[in-house]
């Protein structure tokens, strides 16, 4: 395949990278800096690594998938979704495997600065994360086609971007970082449930068997609904458990917002889930960040 000349290069690679997704890895970094910031641990270096190799890791997830997909035939002219680069012919398999590596080795040497920070719990995370990202829909055992995804997600964009980010600042781990990892893990695997919901036809006709393909759509929205409540709950926890002042519930600002997803994940079907997906990405991220102020507040 040849790039198509229609859409320039750069504008194929920005599609590919996915840009409405970056807000998963930027949040759980804000979050695991404000908490070192609260308990006086804050380091910029370290924070700013965090921040690009978690980008570098979303964007090579995003790379891969949409390799693997189109690979494996599960992109297809009449999906739901946006374009794809490779689907499209915007971007050839050559040039889309090295970008890949490209990705990865500027996320490794990212890894390196951390590892001499963290010493060798980083290096465990990083070499488990960069695996995991390969794996995430290639290899012999793609976690993505066998109802793995979201369990990726959660724990690498969520439990381990939080903690990690934490512990490069503190070098330690404490319940709290714990608790709002996971808060952050569950909204960040809300934004894959959504995809998944709107290619839940196409994935099960390719056989990449998503846990949405497993559970069904009423069940996946039910998922979706229950990983929102759970992120929820973890504002209060914080308060009641003396954690924090009351300020830790300013994220309960955009519940209202949130409630109107979840009323709509329950309307919208195929394409009308990409505004869904990207509202969710938003009101992530948009937690995250007061319930950073909230702590450090």
């Given at each position: 395949?040849?790039?198509?000349?229609?859409?320039?290069?750069?504008?194929?690679?920005?599609?590919?990278?996915?840009?409405?997704?970056?807000?998963?890895?930027?949040?759980?970094?804000?979050?695991?800096?404000?908490?070192?910031?609260?308990?006086?641990?804050?380091?910029?270096?370290?924070?700013?690594?965090?921040?690009?190799?978690?980008?570098?890791?979303?964007?090579?997830?995003?790379?891969?998938?949409?390799?693997?997909?189109?690979?494996?035939?599960?992109?297809?002219?009449?999906?739901?979704?946006?374009?794809?680069?490779?689907?499209?012919?915007?971007?050839?398999?050559?040039?889309?495997?090295?970008?890949?590596?490209?990705?990865?080795?500027?996320?490794?040497?990212?890894?390196?600065?951390?590892?001499?920070?963290?010493?060798?719990?980083?290096?465990?995370?990083?070499?488990?994360?960069?695996?995991?990202?390969?794996?995430?829909?290639?290899?012999?055992?793609?976690?993505?086609?066998?109802?793995?995804?979201?369990?990726?997600?959660?724990?690498?964009?969520?439990?381990?971007?939080?903690?990690?980010?934490?512990?490069?600042?503190?070098?330690?781990?404490?319940?709290?970082?714990?608790?709002?990892?996971?808060?952050?893990?569950?909204?960040?695997?809300?934004?894959?449930?959504?995809?998944?919901?709107?290619?839940?036809?196409?994935?099960?006709?390719?056989?990449?068997?998503?846990?949405?393909?497993?559970?069904?759509?009423?069940?996946?929205?039910?998922?979706?609904?229950?990983l929102l409540a759970l992120a929820y709950?973890a504002p209060p926890c914080f308060w009641?458990?003396?954690?924090a002042s009351a300020w830790a519930l300013?994220?309960?600002?955009?519940?209202?917002?949130?409630?109107?997803?979840?009323?709509?994940?329950?309307?919208?079907?195929?394409?009308?889930?990409?505004?869904?997906?990207?509202?969710?990405?938003?009101?992530?991220?948009?937690?995250?960040?007061?319930?950073?102020?909230?702590?450090?507040?």
């Amino acid at each position: 395949m040849a790039i198509s000349p229609e859409v320039a290069p750069w504008r194929a690679w920005l599609l590919a990278a996915r840009p409405k997704t970056l807000p998963a890895a930027v949040a759980p970094v804000v979050m695991g800096s404000a908490l070192a910031g609260a308990d006086g641990a804050f380091a910029p270096l370290p924070a700013l690594a965090a921040l690009l190799g978690a980008l570098l890791l979303q964007i090579a997830v995003n790379l891969a998938n949409d390799y693997a997909d189109f690979v494996r035939g599960v992109d297809t002219p009449d999906r739901a979704g946006p374009v794809r680069a490779a689907a499209g012919g915007l971007i050839s398999l050559p040039a889309l495997r090295r970008g890949i590596v490209v990705v990865l080795a500027l996320a490794a040497l990212v890894g390196l600065y951390l590892i001499a920070v963290g010493g060798w719990p980083i290096l465990a995370l990083g070499v488990a994360a960069i695996l995991s990202a390969l794996a995430y829909t290639g290899g012999p055992f793609p976690l993505g086609y066998h109802g793995l995804g979201d369990l990726f997600v959660f724990l690498f964009f969520g439990l381990a971007a939080v903690c990690g980010t934490y512990y490069v600042q503190a070098l330690t781990l404490t319940a709290p970082v714990v608790v709002a990892a996971a808060a952050i893990g569950a909204l960040t695997t809300a934004i894959l449930v959504v995809n998944n919901l709107r290619d839940i036809e196409g994935d099960a006709q390719a056989g990449k068997r998503t846990l949405a393909v497993i559970l069904g759509p009423e069940r996946t929205r039910l998922e979706y609904v229950t990983l929102l409540a759970l992120a929820y709950a973890a504002p209060p926890c914080f308060w009641l458990a003396g954690w924090a002042s009351a300020w830790a519930l300013l994220p309960w600002l955009t519940w209202p917002p949130a409630l109107g997803l979840m009323r709509r994940i329950y309307t919208a079907a195929g394409a009308e889930l990409n505004k869904t997906l990207a509202d969710t990405a938003r009101l992530g991220l948009l937690f995250s960040l007061l319930f950073a102020l909230g702590v450090l507040l």
